[in-house]
Every structure is written in structure tokens, then in C-alpha cells.
């Protein structure tokens, strides 16, 4: 304890000195705890936005589906989705099912045709799951079918074609058996994903239009939405010891292995957090190594005095690891306090980013407040404090007693 | 009078630059339980060398060193380490406290590395803190007392684990004549009360007369060690240096 006790009135011995250490290391927690916190914001309202945008938290095929390409449109399709998504909504934590349809062709107003990217969709039963759709006008789709067949446009393929909600367009495309059909559909609304590329291509009807456009009864996948993300690992399991159990052919994606946008955006934040974490490193580091050799070289007749009196040189070692792990304690205890307050100021200021690469909308700067961040802030400031003082902790202990007493 | 330590044939040299200094040429001496000895000469002489060879904190190049019947010359340094901690004080001519410890801190830090129980290191301080006449003052840092008052604590803190021997490199150097008398005057009653050694260097005359053995240093060897209790010897010119 009596080291401790040296160690802890050592910090407040040269006080502006450890001033400025202390603010580096209240600098590099606030950007740490800031910079984490954004991109967990980021990562959390992606991933959110990605699985109520149509994605849903789990997907179901037929497992050939994976496994081959297709010759022919929904070849691998799933056959009696009503009876198996009536199972699946029997699972634990499983909200309600969707089905969907995917197919491709050209959508043509007359004078000029655009290849669009379709999905057959349930409107109704896709509200029920909490999937929403950034309506830009007009809106969304209704149950119509046939000659009331509805669509829905992505902003960039309405642009393309000049299309409005209210104009008439003629969806081209290949049946299941490979013939050419077509299908009339009025735009009710335009859309957008904010995803430029994205939206340059995507339509929707609803799923009963897109069964008659391709002349099938199959569709797609069955889209799965649960109570919380955070459960989607265990009803993945449950689905497929259900299919096993069933021997049905089937096989379930998670949206984390669908959304490959999201994973590249988590892949290039984090290392670009890792980046940070580093500079910040380095920082505290050099920062903090040279105010612990300033202390040593001060302190150098004191240290031959302790040495004198028997202090075990091990002691001496104790005494300036202990300050550089009280200085770490300390300081960023304070840069958690300046951490937490900048993030309510900052959320408070509700800052406006621009639109990131491939988008077409800015957004509101939120930071959320990491409990593990905060705790693995701490924990790298005193162990990168702790790390610092240990060479300059060596070199006192290793001091000579008669120089260090001659020393002035 | 009993022997406490013993230095046979000891060398020491210093490498100054480029050049090699000898601070001590086969010196030889014993000093006995309860002595209060001045070892005297003028600056470059050996004085500091000496003290810290008895004292443990440094090594002879040839030679032995013997205390309390122990050869320890070839004692590894966490052996002697043990050895200061438990059987020598210590006080230097720039009072040495530990700058952030107050001074009832600064006497407890021997007793608390020498092991002993939070009780009887408060009984100890305490003690001190009164024999040496500083109590009012123990709540306090070393920059706020005076020179006077600093080498209090510090005579207070090599005596508090009731040492064999207190070494003393020039404990009145930083001091005003007055304060020196007051510090020597106090080291004496202690000397006389506990039959603790004091083994001190100085160059200073008037503190040479205070003690009851001087030894006379000169270029590294012993010129002269006289008993002069309780006469006075006057200080030759050779020693009054700055």
C-alpha cells in the first residue's frame, strides 16, 4: 500500500506535466469512445435498415438453389411455401414469413425500355413484419393483380424512363417455361433503397402479379422476420433441424451472409477504428514514456535514497508501474466522463453528414454509447500506460546507488 | 569497546573521464559499538567513498568488508539491500526525504519496508517525531520545513529502525552554524541516550570537535585516527576547506 501511496501523490507531484499527459490520454478516449460509437451506430442502423428493407433476418431456399445455377427462371423455386412458412411461424421468435420472387427483364414505357431488377412481394404481410420502404411519392403497392397489376419504382429506374406515380409501363420478361411474357402495371409510387446502384434497377409488384408475369406457382425464398436480430443465430438452427426433421429440402441464409454492402461497410469502419486505435496507441505511448522518463530522470537522487534504505530494486519498479497504472486508471476514468458528454452533445447537435460513397442521402451524426467500448477504453489506457512506464521503471531500478545519490 | 564493523585493505578506484582517481588506498579500521566518529579531511580525500562502503551501498575492489562478525564483500546486493534495511540509517548532506511524503511518512518508510505492523510504526513515529522535537510539524511535506527541521526527519528516519550504525555524509553541509550546532547537539544525545553509532564525514572544524574519534583522511589513505574524547582537538588549515 505504501507504494501505492508514493506512486499516487508521484502523479501530483509535477502537476502541469501530468497535465498534458492526462490529455492525451482524455483525447485518445474521447476519440476511441466517439469514433467506436459512431461506427456502431452506423453498424446497428445498416444492419436494421438492410433487414426491414426486404432482406428480413433470415432467408429460406430450396437448397439446390445454393447449391446450382439456374437455367431457368425460380427452376429451384420453393413449391408449397404456404405450408412451410405456416411452420416456420410456429418457431420461437419468429415474427411472420414473407414470400418473394426474384426475376429480371425490361421495363418498357413505349418509346424506351431499361433492364430492371424485379421482386414479387406481400405488402400487407411484409407491413406486418416491420419492413418499411422510403416512399418518395406516391406509394406503395396494393394487392392488385392482373390488369390492376401495381408497381412500385426505384428513383433512379423512374428517372431513367421519366416515369410518375399514375403512368402506365410494361414489364418484359421470361416465363418459367422460357417464353416471352409481359404485364402491364401502373406506378403507384417511387422508391428509394439509397443505394445508387441499387436504385438505378429495382422494381416491386406484388407476388400475385409476378407468378402470373412468370406463369408459376413457385416463388423464390420465403423472407423470415424475428422478434430482434440478436436471435437470428437460434431460430437458424431451429429452421433447419425443422426442415431436417420434415425432409424438406431446404436451407436458410442469415442476413449477415446476404448483406454483402453491410459487410464491406463493418470490414473497411473497423479497420479504419483499428487504424485510429493505433495512431492512439502510439500517441499515448510516446506521450507517456517520455513524461515517465522526465519522472525518473527528476527523481534520480530520490531513487538512490529509496535504494539505499533496502528498497528492493523490484520495489522501484512497482512504484513508477504503479503511477503509469494510476495515470491510466485516472485519466481515463476522466476520458470516459468527456467520452459520455461528448456523445450527448454531439447527438444533441444532430450534426448532418454528407451521402457516403454509393448513396443518395446524408444522415443525422448519432453516436450510441458502447458499454463494452467504454470498458475496453479504460482497459487500453492503463494497460498502455502500465506498458509505457516499464522501461523507464527498469532504468531507475537499475540505477547505482552511488551515482544516483551524486546525481544533482 | 566492541566491534561493530571492520574494513581490511580497502581499495577503491573511480574511473574520471578517461583517467582512473584512487579514492581509497588500503585502508584499514575498525569502529566499535556506541562510537561517535567524525571522519574528517578535505574534499577529494575519500570521505563519501568510505561512508558508502560501510554503509553497503557500494563495493570495494579488493579488500573486506566485516560487520557485526559477517563478511559481507561478496554479499549479493539483494543480501545487502536487506542488510541497510535492517541494520543501518542513513543521512545525507541533502536531507534525501522522499518529496511527497510528509514527515511522519518519510520515518515510516524504513519501519514499513523493514516489515513491521501499522501499530507499532505509528508508537515508533511518534516516538521520533517527539525525541527529535519536530512533532508539530509531522503532517508535513519536506519543502515546507526548513534545513533545520528536514535533517530532523532525516536523523529521525535512519534511527527509526533502531539501526547498528547511522552513517551521516556531511549532515550539516546545507546548513546555517547555528542549525549545524542544534543537528550535531541532537545526534550526540541520541549517540549517548541509545549507544547508537554515528559515523559522519565533515570537513567542517567545529563539528570535527564534537566527536569523540576522528579519523583523518588524506588522498584516499588514513593519515591519523585519534581518540580524542573528551578532549577538544583543533581543526588543522588542511581541513577548513569549501
Not at chain 1, 116 to 134: C, I, K, N, Y
Not at chain 1, 389 to 397: K, N
Not at chain 2, 115 to 142: D, F, K, Q, T
Request: charged share 20%; glycine share 8%.
Amino acid at each position: 500500500m505504501k507504494l501505492m501511496h508514493i506512486a499516487y501523490r508521484n502523479l501530483f507531484r509535477n502537476r502541469r506535466r501530468s497535465l498534458i499527459t492526462a490529455s492525451v490520454i482524455v483525447f485518445g478516449a474521447v476519440a476511441l469512445i466517439v469514433s467506436g460509437g459512431f461506427c456502431e451506430s452506423m453498424f446497428v442502423g445498416l444492419r436494421e435498415e438492410t433487414i426491414r428493407t426486404g432482406l428480413g433476418h433470415l432467408q429460406v431456399y430450396q437448397a439446390q438453389f445454393l447449391e446450382k445455377d439456374e437455367d431457368k427462371p425460380l427452376q429451384y423455386g420453393l413449391d408449397d411455401c404456404v405450408r412451410v412458412a405456416a411452420a416456420i411461424e410456429k418457431t420461437p421468435y419468429v415474427r411472420k414469413t414473407t414470400a418473394q420472387i426474384d426475376f429480371m427483364g425490361l421495363l418498357s414505357n413505349g418509346d424506351k425500355s431499361v433492364v430492371f431488377l424485379g421482386t414479387g412481394v406481400q405488402p400487407d404481410r411484409e407491413q406486418a413484419m416491420g419492413f418499411s420502404l422510403d416512399i418518395t411519392s406516391g406509394s406503395d403497392i396494393s394487392t392488385g393483380v392482373g390488369e390492376d397489376a401495381e408497381a412500385v419504382l426505384a428513383i433512379g429506374l423512374a428517372k431513367s424512363l421519366n416515369a410518375k406515380a399514375g403512368d402506365s409501363l410494361t414489364l418484359l420478361t421470361t416465363t418459367t417455361s422460357g417464353a416471352l411474357n409481359g404485364l402491364d402495371v401502373k406506378v403507384v409510387g417511387i422508391f428509394s433503397t439509397h443505394i445508387a446502384e441499387y436504385d438505378s434497377k429495382a422494381l416491386r409488384i406484388n407476388l400475385q402479379s409476378a407468378q402470373i408475369l412468370l406463369d408459376t406457382t413457385k416463388v423464390s425464398k420465403l423472407v423470415v422476420g424475428l422478434d430482434r436480430t440478436e436471435h437470428t443465430d437460434a431460430v437458424s438452427a431451429q429452421l433447419a433441424s425443422l426442415f431436417a426433421e420434415h425432409r424438406w429440402p431446404l436451407a436458410t441464409r442469415r442476413w449477415v451472409d446476404l448483406a454483402t454492402f453491410y459487410r464491406q461497410v463493418v470490414t473497411l469502419f473497423r479497420a479504419i477504428f483499428i487504424f485510429l486505435g493505433i495512431i492512439i496507441f502510439v500517441l499515448v505511448v510516446l506521450s507517456s514514456s517520455n513524461t515517465m522518463m522526465m519522472a525518473v530522470m527528476e527523481r534520480v537522487r530520490e531513487i538512490g535514497t529509496l535504494l539505499a534504505f533496502g528498497t528492493a530494486r523490484r520495489q522501484v519498479v512497482t512504484i513508477f508501474v504503479l503511477e503509469g497504472l494510476l495515470m491510466g486508471l485516472l485519466a481515463g476514468l476522466l476520458g470516459l466522463g468527456a467520452g459520455y458528454l461528448s456523445i450527448l452533445g454531439i447527438n444533441a447537435a444532430e450534426i448532418y453528414m454528407p451521402a457516403p460513397p454509393g448513396s443518395t442521402d446524408g444522415f443525422a451524426i448519432v453516436i450510441t454509447k458502447v458499454p463494452a467500448l467504454f470498458a475496453g477504453t479504460l482497459a487500453l489506457m492503463m494497460v498502455t500506460l502500465t506498458m509505457s512506464s516499464i522501461v523507464p521503471a527498469l532504468r531507475a531500478s537499475r540505477l547505482k546507488i552511488v551515482d544516483a545519490l551524486g546525481h544533482s | 569497546m566492541t566491534e561493530l564493523i571492520r574494513l581490511e585493505g580497502i581499495k577503491k578506484q573511480y574511473l574520471l573521464g578517461r583517467s582512473e582517481v584512487t579514492a581509497l588506498r588500503d585502508v584499514s579500521i575498525e569502529f566499535g559499538r556506541g562510537e561517535f566518529t567524525a571522519i574528517a579531511g578535505p574534499s577529494g580525500s575519500g570521505k563519501t567513498t568510505l561512508l558508502n562502503i560501510i554503509g553497503c551501498i557500494d563495493k570495494p575492489d579488493s579488500g573486506r568488508v566485516i560487520i557485526e562478525g559477517h563478511d559481507v564483500t561478496a554479499t549479493p546486493l539483494a543480501a545487502l539491500a536487506s542488510l541497510r534495511r535492517r541494520r543501518l540509517g542513513f543521512i545525507f548532506q541533502g536531507f534525501n526525504l522522499i518529496e511527497v511524503l510528509t514527515a511522519h511518512e518519510n520515518i515510516e518508510y524504513p519501519l514499513w519496508l523493514a516489515g513491521w505492523p501499522a501499530e507499532r510504526r505509528r508508537e515508533r513515529v511518534n516516538e521520533l517525531l517527539m525525541r527529535v522535537r519536530i512533532e508539530s510539524h509531522r503532517g508535513h511535506r519536506p519543502r515546507e520545513l526548513s534545513g533545520g527541521q528536514r535533517q530532523r526527519v532525516a536523523i529521525a528516519r535512519a534511527l527509526a529502525g533502531g539501526p547498528i550504525a547511522v552513517l551521516a555524509d556531511e549532515p550539516t553541509a546545507n546548513l546555517d552554524s547555528q542549525t549545524s550546532e542544534e543537528v550535531l547537539s541532537l545526534m550526540q544525545e541520541l549517540n549517548l541516550e541509545q549507544g547508537t553509532t554515528f559515523i559522519f564525514s565533515t570537513h567542517d572544524p567545529r563539528i570535527i570537535g564534537k566527536a569523540n574519534r576522528v579519523v583523518w583522511l588524506k588522498d584516499g589513505a588514513i593519515d591519523e585516527s585519534l581518540d580524542i574524547s573528551p578532549m577538544r582537538r583543533p581543526a588543522p588549515a588542511d581541513c577548513v576547506t569549501a
